[in-house]
């Protein structure tokens, strides 16, 4: 083998590396993208509750504001755990050539649960906390209340921006 003939096996074998490497990226960092932001969204929303819930034993200002955040922080967790689920059925290795109608069905209904995830949870979110900063305070937010309102505005930007990615075969 001659040397040109080496360095082009080389130049091949370098762009297919370079290929797969992008495939592994359209592949896994939306994925990354989506278990930051939807944890980030859980962690701040349980903070939240937490940190307001501790506060509120002894005056109980709150009343059922407290019961709301608590309701709205499962519905969090839940479709963090589905979202979850569909990341692993969709992108790992193990899940992806399964191709069994209960896995397609499961996939079709938890994607339009997830498109609903803004409405169903992160704008109810940024409302009660505002409600609760308005009801504890008067209007003035706490470092907590602010991060849990960025955490839910960013996982609704995020997911907002995910609705309008144009799928692989559309580029």
Known sequence: ???????????????????QFRAFRRLWIPAIKVIITSSADIFGDWLFYNRTRAFDDEDNVLGDLESYLYFFCCVSSFLGILSLTTIILEKCSCCINNHSAVKASFLVKTRWLMGLEMFVEDIPQVVLTVMVMYAKNGGEWSSVA???????????????????MPLEEEH
């Open 1 to 19: 083998m001659s040397d040109r003939d080496r360095d082009l096996d080389i130049q091949l074998d370098i762009e297919e590396k370079k290929r």
């Open 146 to 164: 602010a991060f849990n309102a960025t955490t839910s505005a960013f996982n609704f930007t995020f997911n907002l921006l995910d609705m309008f």
